[in-house]
């Protein structure tokens, strides 16, 4: 069994930073691509970044491009979202999610685990 924690959400002012973990556990995390997914209250789920099995690797989504980073422990324990800037139509739940698959994908299908998510609120 894979199990996906995420933490740090919170509220964070427009034009301020925020920080989210997302502890894997399981038999899979040292090796599977890890994604970061968000829903926003009358919205489809979009998909916000990914990293490949070694951390070497990143995609973003255009909106969040320059703004948002993520990375991954060298022991792959724990992935991270590092969110600059953000804006009000940041706010969302926030959901870590691990692949199947080693490489980078924005494919939600292709994601088995999904954590239970956190939410990320922006203020101004």
């Known amino acids: 069994q894979v199990q996906l924690v995420e933490s740090g959400g919170g509220l964070v002012q427009a034009g301020g930073s925020l920080r989210l973990s997302c502890a894997a556990s399981g038999r899979t995390f040292s090796s599977y691509a890890m994604g970061w997914f968000r829903q926003a209250p009358g919205k489809e789920r979009e998909f916000v970044a990914g990293?490949?099995?070694?951390?070497?690797?990143?995609n973003y989504a255009d909106s969040v491009k320059g703004r948002f980073t993520m990375s991954r422990d060298k022991d792959m324990a724990t992935a991270y979202l590092q969110m600059n800037r953000v804006k009000i139509e940041d706010t969302a739940v926030y959901t870590c999610a691990m692949t199947r698959e080693t490489r980078v994908t924005s494919d939600a299908g292709q994601y088995r685990y999904w954590g239970q998510g956190t939410q990320v609120t922006v203020y101004s």
């Open positions: 990293i490949n099995w070694s951390g070497g690797n990143t």
